[in-house]
């Protein structure tokens, strides 16, 4: 340890070098080396001499010395180095590390600077790993890495790549493995060191140390020699860490940093010499870039060009050559792998890959190396990852050319490329916004190729592995495993969408949520790619910001991509088709010279179509063809190069017509643009033909004998205006020609290809992909390559200053619907396909992953049509419909089944049916497995079925054989998906062997428990609202399908059914509303099955819904227990099974009467059935709800009446459904009884609202009256109107006995509760439901009073067409009466309406209705006479006038029917023939006389009901109402008279009833009693009213009408008096005996009439007898028949005009 101290004296660097020196010194040969030796001695006396100062020389080049003694300290070991002698070179190696390492040296290292001591120093490490000798190789290597790595030092420009040169030449002339891994990890390392410094743009940064391991991927595996990668693994971290710790000035890093100055001077030994370009090489560009960026970008370009060095046609076999630009593109992987982002920001370095990286890309494309291809693929995907942002143009040219191309060859694969190019897949599936962002800039760009979509074709394609009967080189294995690892990348595919969408979601905070468990099968999912973490572009570059697109306009974009894609495709197929459809789909304008530049700038149009096109002659095409050729510029252009540019777009068309067309316009543009090149356009024309003509000549393989030059020059003389043109000229097209064939762009490329993938010639890239040959053992000459890559750096370069070259991002959800709308069909096929062709568990399960994550993306974006398929195909790989081939498969997919429907739940809508289909499946197998009797035997439905299933019997399956039962053996057989299991016949019976298989098969439905399945139903109450509807319709769908089942019906989903709704029924009203809407359906159509087992099942597992609902209270005016008790009530008007119809009244009754508390809207359900039930036509169903009812109204009454109107009338409407049933009278009147109960719980306040209105009324006086209380009850009267309603329509029951007892509890209800009513309340009952009762009972003798009504063909009324009795009219209007005597103070305003009733009474001609009429009539005047005001009187006895007017105009319009009826006139006793009259006369005849009967009726009740009034109440008449009545009587007895007196009228009548037998129309006695009532008035108010006789002036009118009564007598007689005659003899003619008898019947009425005027008083005779006395004096003359006239008449004459005479 002294010793070591003394070496090298005190400073920091002698301690370094002394040591060094002194091996030098000791392993040096003293002869050959003996300059080296003195030199080393005298450097240690002076480093001996030297202190550690802290001395700062700028210029030294070690620290703590000054230059001179820097130079002087390291020109020994300069020295060392050049003798090339291992054993001093190694000291002096190891000395430079640890002063590269310590930081002691320092300084900038520069080619400028040849002759620095680093410089050198650079050069002779460089120079001695030439060396064949590890250890040497070794050494030089750790220097350089630790001179790179020193923060103290700075190498730069050429020095830097001599650097970089002889690491590299180490690794190719490397003497072991070790040494050549080692050289390539610090390679490795250096590129880190370089390109890190660059980004940070300092010399003291941190580095990360290279992972040995990682750079062996791809290269130089069999160079692995033992435990050589962790030598060299140790062997870069010992050279890293070395380094480190060691203090750096900030004076040297600043002036290392100063900017650099341009270097024009390369030495001999420069790399450039050697393939590297110098710094002086380099392409111009900013100064101001620093030092190390400008280092980072010469050594970049550098590798580029050294990785696109190519072998040379001599030497083919250069495994040297190989080698090297296999590390090149390794160094250039790392260098991607590592670029931070800078790389994206600085243009330099943007250009820099577009200009060099991707020229080395598309170079290397055609190399077969397949190591070089990986490496490729490898560069490729750090591209995509980290750098799509700024080379999206490139990445478009190079996605088909590297990947696509290998992916879609199915049937010629190398297995090593394809796998590369699926494992770079693979990891492109796992970035998620990569895979987005492709489909984002690429397939929705129109320009660019359908990189997303071609990539899921292309995975389906290697999915479903080469075509039937096709050959393929790949063995079986490689088969599988391609497969495998497609569906692998389709399944990565799915689900890093999944994790997009779900992403953007929850950043989105949308309602959309994920299943928890969606992806706890498989890894989580990051943003890294593959193992390495390479950052995502847009992530690790939050301060770029790329165009972002919304889903709407990528939409638009993306179905103009499609649409114009459309119309290429139909050119290339109709050009004239395709050009109308692009005009009319507005892809291009309609004129010619749009349609031109279409032509002639789109990509994707097929030459030889667009030859064809602009050939044609039609007008359009000839217009386009123009355009098209006046859009080249041949200015200054050669004849044969403005011919080549103009057919690189299209092929000529083989018609010579069109060539002609062609060509002469080209040769009309050529001249035009060249008008000093020939003497007229002809020329160029037929130069241009001559010129095609040589071109095929030439290059046509079946041509045998070529045209010769002067075969050429002879054919094209005279042709310029009768010259010749120069022969030099033609002589150089001849060559031209021939050399280089005149042909398109695509052509010029690349040999013709016999089939064109439609993709690439779409989108141009049919010459690019031609480049790549993986088959070939060496490349194409240069000069091809060169062509090639002039041509796609075109491309590089046009779609670069494209617009649509602009990057974008989405962030909107939508997206993925068109994602998945291009890429869910052919998933779709690849799982399925696989999933059934497969049974490795790897793939299936592959598979299900799949399916699984499909189903999520799918079902959460909304698209029902690709959700259903993935879940219908799924449900379908269960294959649960045919038990008996089921595997393990089938059952991992029914546990994904299950798990899909616990995680996507809230958003499979209608794809639950499928999925819960396949439970009800599992759960009957299940049971058949177990040996459990089927559901049928729960739900039997005959007594012979019982029977038989009982010999049948459901022994358990695993311990029996064969079992022949019919459900069982549908089962075995199986069938499709969409079939039932069982299904109606059994065509044959299953053997023993299949049982056997469907035993074993069960065995592994083991695996899914009771629990899975039924959790599935258990989490349906998390599910949310919208899905829970949709949950609960599939189910109901399936227990439907279940239930309909003709042989072996089931109620697993029902009773699920059942659960489900218990599960659910605390969710919010408003959804379970919208559930109970599905289930009621579904309870009402199977309640309503034929299958009376069925339906009693499910309505008694609607009831136990219904009680458990009803265990819910609910609050006033809602109507969920209404809602939900419907299904009883439609089932029960519906049903035709009277099992089911007294199930559901049981079950009703039940319900209430257990749960009558908690019933609040449900009562009108309730009363519904009830009401139903009562017009059932069986009786036990109609006592047993009767029953119910009773015990409601006397246990439960306020319960009913607490919620709301409509309840209350429910019920009422009910009890009346009892009423009027046909079954027991008890009943009937036991409801009736009911009606009137509820009246008095009415009037005791027995209802929520009376009791609500006395606590409102609490606060009043303690005494106030019922009457008060009850006031305010009258404002709410709705609860009496639906009962006294339901009694009034009572009233028209046909049957007597319950008409009667309505009408008797209604007005009883009336009378008893009628102080409780308001005034307003009476008026609306009175107009609303009592007149409605009076006006129903003779609905049909209302015709007799309309106008309208009147008809011969009427049937003759009599008392059968009235609704109402005698009994029942007359009881009925004598409690209307009485009810209005009772509350005439509140009903008096009705008075009219209740007169025009009782007058309608009187009206109605019916037998005992006038009676009645008057009855009432008359005590209702009594009750009221001492109440009724004189303005009422005048109401009533104007009711009557007016009936009698109606009367007569109806009665009058009767009579005209039988004017058409001819009179004959028949003489007494003859007989009238019936034949004469036809049936229709007969038919009116007959009617009008009954009419006449009733009308004659009807006004004898008038004149009734007015005298008796008259009598009565005749002190409260007034003058107004005795004119009133005298006019009615009057009316009454002149109406009378014109009846009788028209005599054809009188014979009509006697003809028509002496023909039909009929007793006549009393005219007569109708007249005698009209005129008799009349006398009789006027001569009472004569007598007795002498006052009110006198104002009326009724003793003239009395007179008067005596004197017309006589005179009628007289008329009878014969003896009217008659004008004074010449004859004085007169003789007298016995009477006819018709005239005896009408005068016999006049005599009453003349006595009458001759006693009133034998009671006037004197003065009365003397004036009124000039006007009667001559009529007496006839009565003189006349023959009587009856003595008692002449008597009257003697008294008269005595009494009366005897004193006026004497």
């Not at 005190?10 to 370094?16: K, L, N, P, Y």
């Not at 024309?685 to 050429?712: C, E, G, P, Q």
């Not at 609490?1258 to 009267?1277: C, L, Y």
Request: charged share 20%; glycine share 6%.
């Amino acid at each position: 340890m002294s010793m070591s101290h003394t070496l090298g004296g005190a400073t920091r660097c002698g301690r370094v070098l002394g040591p060094s020196l002194d091996k030098i010194i000791k392993n040096a040969a003293w002869r050959k080396h003996t300059y080296l030796v003195s030199t080393c001695k005298s450097v240690l006396d002076k480093l001996e001499s030297l202190t550690d100062d802290d001395l700062y020389d700028p210029s030294s080049s070690v620290s703590g010395l000054s230059a001179a003694d820097a130079d002087a300290v390291l020109q020994p070991l300069l020295f060392s180095l050049d003798t090339a002698y291992s054993k001093v070179v190694e000291p002096s190696l190891d000395c430079f590390f640890k002063l590269f390492s310590l930081s002691l040296l320092r300084g900038e290292i520069h080619s400028s600077k040849p002759d620095s001591i680093l410089s050198k120093l650079i050069n002779s490490v460089s120079k001695v790993g030439g060396m064949a000798e590890e250890s040497i190789q070794l050494a030089v290597l750790r220097v350089l890495l630790a001179a790179v790595r020193s923060p103290c030092v700075l190498i730069r420009g050429d020095c830097l790549l001599h650097v970089v040169k002889t690491c590299y030449n180490i690794y190719l002339g490397g003497l072991s493995g070790t040494v050549q891994i080692c050289a390539k990890s610090v390679l490795a390392q250096m590129m880190l060191v370089i390109f890190t410094r660059s980004e940070e743009e300092s010399l003291d940064v941190d580095v990360k140390t290279v992972y040995v391991n990682e750079l062996l991927t791809f290269t130089d595996k069999t160079v692995k020699e033992g435990s050589s990668v962790y030598f060299c693994q140790g062997f870069i971290n010992d050279v890293m860490a070395a380094g480190q710790g060691n203090p750096v000035p900030p004076d040297v890093v600043q002036l290392l940093l100063q900017n650099p100055t341009p270097e024009m001077v390369t030495s001999p030994d420069s790399p450039s010499s050697h393939g590297f370009l110098t710094n002086g090489e380099a392409d111009s560009d900013d100064g101001s870039a620093s030092k190390m960026r400008e280092d980072a970008f010469l050594l970049f370009k550098n590798l580029c060009k050294l990785s696109m060095r190519f072998l040379s046609q001599e030497n083919t076999d250069d495994q040297i050559m190989v080698r090297g630009k296999t590390l090149s593109l390794e160094l250039l992987k790392v260098i991607i792998d590592n670029g931070g982002p800078v790389w994206r920001s600085n243009q330099r370095f943007v250009t820099a890959m577009k200009q060099y990286l991707c020229l080395s890309l598309l170079k290397n494309s055609a190399v077969s190396i397949m190591s070089i291809f990986q490496l490729q693929c490898a560069i490729f995907m750090s591209l995509l990852t980290k750098f799509r942002s700024v080379l999206k143009g490139e990445i478009g040219i190079f996605f088909p050319m590297i990947v696509l191309r290998v992916l879609e060859n199915v049937l010629q694969p190398s297995f090593l490329q394809k796998m590369t190019v699926l494992n770079l897949l693979e990891k492109m599936s796992q970035d998620s916004q990569l895979i987005v962002d492709i489909f984002v800039n690429y397939d929705c760009d129109v320009d660019s190729p359908n990189i997303f979509e071609r990539i899921v074709n292309g995975l389906l394609k290697t999915a479903l592995g080469p075509p039937p009967g096709s050959s393929t080189t790949l063995s079986s294995v490689q088969d599988i495993t391609f497969r495998h690892e497609s569906v692998k990348c389709l399944v990565n595919v799915i689900k890093t969408m999944g994790n997009w969408m779900d992403q953007q979601l929850k950043v989105g905070e949308t309602v959309w949520t994920k299943g928890s468990q969606i992806y706890a099968s498989v890894e989580n999912s990051s943003v890294s790619i593959g193992e390495e973490g390479v950052i995502s572009d847009c992530d690790s570059q939050p301060d770029m910001n790329p165009e972002v697109y919304d889903a709407s306009m990528l939409e638009q974009r993306r179905a103009y991509k499609i649409e114009l894609q459309k119309g290429v495709s139909l050119f290339n197929r109709k050009p004239s088709k395709g050009i109308e459809f692009l005009i009319s789909s507005k892809k291009i304008g309609g004129s010619p010279e749009e349609v031109a530049l279409f032509l002639k700038k789109s990509v994707g149009l097929n030459g030889t179509v667009i030859g064809d096109y602009l050939g044609e002659r039609e007008e359009f095409p000839l217009r386009v063809m123009h355009a098209y050729v006046d859009s080249f510029n041949f200015e200054g252009m050669d004849f044969a190069e403005a011919i080549r540019f103009f057919l690189r777009g299209f092929r000529l068309p083989g018609e010579a017509q069109k060539i002609d067309r062609i060509m002469e316009k080209f040769a009309e543009r050529y001249w035009k643009c060249n008008p000093d090149s020939f003497t007229s356009a002809d020329t160029a024309y037929i130069l241009a033909y001559s010129v095609i003509m040589l071109n095929t000549d030439a290059h046509n393989s079946m041509v045998k004998d070529k045209m010769t030059r002067a075969d050429f020059v002879r054919n094209n003389r005279g042709i310029d205006d009768g010259k010749d043109l120069p022969e030099e000229y033609l002589g150089s097209l001849y060559d031209q020609v021939v050399k280089d064939q005149i042909k398109m762009n695509s052509d010029s490329l690349a040999p013709q290809s016999n089939r064109i993938n439609s993709f690439n010639k779409l989108l141009g890239l049919d010459g690019i992909l031609n480049l790549v040959s993986w088959m070939q053992p060496e490349e194409k000459p240069h000069g091809a390559n060169d062509l090639l890559i002039k041509h796609i750096q075109e491309q590089f370069h046009s779609k670069s200053e494209k617009s649509e070259s602009v990057y974008h991002t989405v962030t909107d959800v939508s997206i993925l619907r068109f994602m998945i709308e291009v890429g869910w069909g052919p998933m779709l096929a690849a799982f399925s396909l696989t999933l059934d062709q497969s049974d490795d568990k790897l793939a299936t399960s592959l598979c299900l992953q799949g399916f699984r994550y499909a189903i999520h993306v799918t079902a959460v974006m909304g698209m029902q049509t690709q959700r259903d398929a993935f879940v219908t195909s799924m449900a379908k790989f269960t294959n649960l419909h045919c038990a008996a081939d089921m595997k393990q498969k089938n059952v991992d997919a029914v546990k994904a089944i299950i798990a899909i429907a616990i995680e996507d739940g809230n958003h499979l809508q209608g794809s639950w049916e499928h999925i819960l289909t396949c439970l009800s499946r599992i759960e009957h197998l299940q049971l058949l497995g177990e040996g459990s009797p089927a559901d049928t035997s729960y739900i039997p439905t005959t007594k012979a079925e019982i029977d038989e299933k009982k010999a049948l019997g459901f022994p358990h399956l695993k311990k029996r054989g064969a079992l022949q039962n019919p459900s069982m053996m549908a089962v075995v057989r199986g069938g499709s998906y969409d079939s039932t299991l069982v299904g109606k016949t059994a065509p044959k019976l299953v053997t023993q062997e299949q049982i056997k298989n469907f035993i074993a098969n069960l065995n592994l439905l083991d695996q899914i428990g009771n629990f899975e399945l039924n959790h599935v139903y258990a989490h349906s109450q998390r599910l949310n609202s919208e899905a829970i509807v949709a949950f609960v319709t599939a189910l109901c769908k399936v227990s439907m399908s279940e239930l309909q089942s003709p042989t072996d019906p089931r109620v697993f989903s029902l009773t699920k059914l059942v659960e489900t709704a218990h599960y659910n029924m605390n969710r919010i009203r408003l959804v379970w509303s919208r559930i109970w809407n599905v289930l009621s359906d579904f309870f009402v159509s199977v309640g309503l099955s034929e299958n009376l087992s069925v339906a009693i099942f499910v309505m008694d597992s609607l009831r136990q819904l219904s009680m458990k609902f009803l265990e819910r209270e609910e609050l006033a005016n809602y109507h969920f227990q209404h809602e939900f008790l419907q299904p009883f009530v439609i089932v029960m008007q519906k049903s035709s099974s009277a099992e089911i119809r007294e199930l559901i009244v049981r079950c009703v009754s039940q319900m209430v009467l257990s749960r009558v508390g908690n019933v609040k809207s449900g009562w009108k359900s309730v009363f519904m059935v009830f009401t139903t039930a009562a017009a059932d036509e069986r009786k036990n169903i109609v006592l047993l709800a009767f029953e119910t009812v009773e015990k409601l109204v006397r246990e439960h009454f306020p319960c009913i009446t607490e919620t709301e109107t409509t309840t209350y009338i429910n019920f009422v409407k009910c009890l009346i459904a009892f009423i009027n049933s046909r079954f027991e009278s008890d009943i009937c009147l036991d409801a009736i009884t009911f009606l009137r109960l509820c009246a008095l719980k009415l009037a005791e306040g027995g209802l929520v609202w009376n009791e609500k209105s006395r606590y409102n009324t609490s606060n009043r006086k303690d005494d106030a009256s019922d009457t008060q209380i009850f006031a305010e009850v009258d404002e709410k009267p709705s609860y009496w109107i639906p009962l006294l309603t339901g009694l009034s329509k009572l009233a028209s029951d046909p049957r007597r006995g319950i008409r009667k007892s309505s009408i008797e509890v209604f007005f009883k209800i009336l009378m008893d509760h009628g102080h409780l009513f308001s005034k307003p309340f009476w008026s609306s009952i009175f107009s609303s439901i009592i007149s409605p009762i009076f006006n129903n009972a003779w609905t049909k003798t209302d015709i007799l009073f309309k106008e309208g009504g009147d008809s011969p063909s009427s049937p003759s009324l009599n008392t059968e067409d009235c609704k109402w009795d005698s009994e029942t009219s007359t009881l009925a209007s004598q409690l209307l009466v009485n009810l209005f005597i009772s509350f005439f103070g509140v009903l008096r305003s009705q008075l009219p309406s209740l007169v025009a009733i009782l007058v309608g009474y009187i009206k109605r001609p019916v037998q005992h209705f006038p009676g009645s009429g008057i009855a009432v009539l008359l005590n209702l005047a009594d009750g009221l006479a001492s109440n009724v005001s004189e303005e009422e009187w005048t109401e009533i006895f104007s009711a009557l006038k007016e009936a009698a007017s109606l009367t007569f105009a109806g009665f009058m319009k009767v009579l005209r029917t039988m004017d058409d009826i001819d009179d004959v006139e028949t003489i007494s006793g003859d007989s009238v023939d019936k034949v004469e009259l036809d049936e229709d006369n007969l038919q009116t005849m007959s009617y009008v006389v009954s009419r006449t009967k009733n009308h004659i009726d009807v006004l004898l009740q008038i004149i009734e009901v007015v005298s008796n009034l008259y009598r009565k109440h005749q002190r409260s008449f007034k003058a107004t109402h005795i004119t009133i009545l005298v006019d009615v009587l009057s009316c009454i007895a002149s109406h009378s008279q014109q009846l009788n007196g028209d005599v054809v009228l009188c014979r009509k009548f006697k003809r028509a009833c002496t023909v039909q037998n009929l007793s006549e129309p009393q005219l007569l006695s109708f007249e005698n009693e009209a005129y008799g009532s009349y006398m009789n008035f006027l001569r009472h108010m004569t007598d007795h009213n002498p006052n009110v006789s006198r104002e009326l002036d009724l003793e003239s009118r009395l007179v008067a009408e005596c004197t017309k009564v006589v005179k009628m007598y007289l008329s009878c007689t014969g003896n009217l008096l008659s004008p004074p005659s010449k004859q004085s003899v007169r003789w007298i003619v016995p009477m006819e005996t018709e005239r005896k008898e009408e005068a016999a019947a006049r005599t009453g009425l003349l006595m009458s009439a001759l006693e009133a005027l034998s009671g006037l008083e004197t003065g009365s005779m003397r004036r009124h007898s000039p006007s009667f006395f001559p009529l007496l004096v006839d009565l003189v003359r006349s023959e009587h028949f009856s003595p008692r006239v002449p008597y009257v008449l003697s008294n008269v004459l005595k009494s009366c005009i005897g004193p006026i005479l004497f």
